[in-house]
Nanobody, 123 residues
Framework: VQLQASGGGLVQAGGSLRLSCTAS????????VGWFRQAPGKEREFAAAISWSGGTTYYADSVKGRFTISRDNYKNTVILQMDSLKPEDTAVYYC?????????????????WGKGTQVTVSS
């Protein structure tokens, strides 16, 4: 599975961005997908994850209520809708595929990674 994240950019605080993770490979629909982010000088952290069916989602406390993860297995795409953005959301965002969303939410079990996309939120 090859993953490509896109949709990052510069936005003012309170604004929105929509990130896409597009995958190649026929088995994408059997994988859970997670979004992770890494701010300058900080370790990579979990943001959101979704099960292979889309029926189960997990969010970090820091993004809960502001970010929404969804997927379209026919289009091999996972979307991270980010609303009410804050300067502390500034980071490089990565998508990853793994076996379960529960393990990815705990920070392990990621089998494939895509290249990141930069999100910058100005105050």
């Amino acid at each position: 599975v090859q993953l490509q994240a896109s949709g990052g950019g510069l936005v003012q605080a309170g604004g929105s961005l929509r990130l896409s993770c597009t995958a190649s490979g026929r088995t994408f629909s059997s994988y859970a997908v997670g979004w992770f982010r890494q701010a300058p000088g900080k370790e990579r952290e979990f943001a959101a994850a979704i099960s292979w069916s889309g029926g189960t989602t997990y969010y970090a406390d820091s993004v809960k209520g502001r970010f929404t993860i969804s997927r379209d297995n026919y289009k091999n795409t996972v979307i991270l809708q980010m609303d009410s953005l804050k300067p502390e959301d500034t980071a490089v965002y990565y998508c990853a595929a793994g076996r379960t969303s529960a393990t990815m939410a705990r920070g392990y079990g990621m089998d494939y990674w895509g290249k990141g996309t930069q999100v910058t939120v100005s105050s």
